[in-house]
């Protein structure tokens, strides 16, 4: 039975030598949780950090919230730009940010860029089944991306990262003024040889508070009623200028 024992143990020891456990231990935090979109909102910093126990590389992915997203094509038509088709992605981040501390090429494959989502070319983007594919779609998801990359939504180059004596990492996630409310996720991966050992996601609410809040939520659950209030006050601002002016 002893020797059983002795037998086992040599065999996982041999084992651990052969197949080594390839995991690392990752924490990872942000600054602020909640961002408040108030009457004064410009935009605004918040602090990405944290520790790994193992060197490796870090991407770190903050994207949400998922949602329907319009696409839509102008054209010259007898001297006019106009809207002429209409693509909408079932379901795409509203807001996409990355970071890495080299260049993602120089960290994994292709393969694994893609399955991880790595960077914009690699998001997955859901077309409606049947409605566009080949180059069509490729050019209505470069047509999204684009636009979301002028409107600051989407970063154009990763941002980086700084890593201080192999351990500690930090970066910066730039959130624009015009940034969606919604539920956030913040995503931390660690990269050893070109693939991923370790990763953590960490929750990110932003949300308007205040009158900005009231409006937005009446706005969009009684839009008619929204409308004829916005139309109402156009008129009676328009009718109060008419008579300064007119007194004048």
Not at 76 to 103: C, D, K
Not at 163 to 168: P, V
Request: aromatic residues 8%; positive net charge.
């Amino acid at each position: 039975m002893k020797a059983l024992r002795s037998l086992l143990l040599c065999g996982l020891i041999a084992a651990g030598l052969v197949f080594p456990a390839r995991s690392a231990s990752l924490v990872a935090d942000l600054s602020n949780h909640l961002v408040a979109i108030t009457s004064g909102f410009v935009g605004v910093d918040v602090l990405l950090f944290g520790t790994v126990d193992e060197p490796g590389d870090i991407v770190v992915v903050v994207r949400g919230p998922e949602r329907a997203q319009p696409v839509l094509r102008k054209s010259n038509v007898a001297g006019l730009w106009i809207n002429t088709a209409r693509m909408t992605f079932e379901s795409a981040p509203a807001f996409y940010f990355i970071a890495s501390n080299r260049p993602l090429e120089e960290i994994a494959e292709p393969s694994v860029l893609s399955a991880n989502q790595f960077g914009v070319a690699h998001l997955q983007l859901g077309l409606p089944p049947g409605r566009a594919g080949g180059r069509a779609a490729q050019e209505w998801r470069e047509a999204l991306i684009r636009n979301k990359q002028r409107q600051g939504l989407y970063v154009r180059e990763p941002a980086g990262i700084s890593i201080l004596g192999q351990r500690l990492f930090r970066t910066s996630v730039h959130l624009p003024s015009n940034v969606p409310p919604g539920l956030y996720r913040a995503e931390t991966y660690v990269l050893q040889d070109g693939q991923v050992v370790a990763a953590q996601t960490t929750p990110l609410s932003i949300s308007k508070l205040g009158m900005e809040a009231d409006l937005f939520s009446f706005a969009h659950e009684q839009p008619a009623a929204y409308g004829a209030i916005a139309v109402l006050a156009a008129l009676m601002a328009g009718w109060l200028a008419h008579l300064l002016f007119r007194r004048n």
